[in-house]
């Protein structure tokens, strides 16, 4: 039963673009979500996160933004850039244990 | 400032062996936490601790094992190895905090591989 969801296996975009990465969850419980980015061969680096009392949260060139009535949240990138290609998962944490999706592979072509 | 560390890199082992991994925390953050992350899959939580206390368990068998020292570091045991257990295993630490916003950083990972 996975209780978060990452539906797009991957994502190829253009340089200077933006990417947007989805990700959808079932309990609705849940209220502090993250996303993380992981190169191969090294752990995940945290990205950037969002309490259930906001709806948006920005960082530089990410932003997150949370549906909590669709259960869904989504990362976008702007722009983006060749070093963003990478494996992203989003996650939920009830309880101190993180909950994760099954991530997407972002590629950005120069 | 050190992130968090793990040791070793990579282990191969053989089926019916033991094995210890080995985590070092944030310099003040007094959780840690360990997943274990299969190809393809993202990461699934096994244990964390906080203070030397198991706060949470995820669902894996009793062959997983982990323990908290005092000064945070913290090992994770896996008995009676299985083909199965080859993955890459990830410690997070945390400040923490009982409150959900307590992110979790992650290290390196080790790589098990079990022949």
């Known amino acids: 039963d996975q209780q978060v969801k990452q539906n797009s296996p991957s994502l190829s975009v253009q340089e200077g673009r933006i990417s947007i990465l989805n990700c959808d969850y079932t309990n609705s419980m849940f209220d502090y979500f993250l996303w993380y980015k992981k190169y191969p061969a090294e752990g995940p680096t945290f990205l950037i996160s969002i309490s259930s009392i906001k709806d948006k949260n920005e960082d530089g060139r990410f932003t997150v933004f949370l549906n909590k009535s669709a259960k869904h949240l989504s990362l976008h990138i702007v722009p983006s850039q060749p070093g963003d290609s990478a494996v992203y998962f989003c996650?939920?944490?009830?309880?101190?244990?993180?909950?994760f999706g099954q991530g997407t592979t972002l590629q950005v072509k120069p | 400032d050190a992130g968090v560390t793990q040791s070793p890199t990579h282990l191969i082992k053989t089926r019916g062996q033991q094995v210890t991994l080995r985590c070092s925390p944030i310099?003040?953050?007094?959780?840690v936490s360990w997943y274990q992350q299969v190809l393809g899959q993202g990461p699934q939580f096994i244990f964390q601790?906080?203070?030397?206390?198991?706060?949470g368990r995820g669902n894996f068998p009793d062959r997983f094992s982990a323990r908290q020292f005092p000064n945070y570091s913290s090992e994770l045991n896996v008995n009676a190895l299985l083909l199965g257990d080859s993955a890459l295993y990830l410690c997070?630490?945390?400040?923490?905090?009982?409150?959900?916003?307590?992110?979790?950083?992650f290290g390196p990972g080790t790589r098990l591989t079990v022949l």
């Open positions: 997070a630490s945390s400040r923490g905090d009982t409150t959900s916003t307590d992110t979790q950083y």
């Open positions: 601790y906080y203070e030397k206390e198991e706060r």
């Open positions: 996650a939920a944490t009830p309880a101190g244990k993180l909950i």
């Open positions: 310099s003040g953050h007094k959780s």
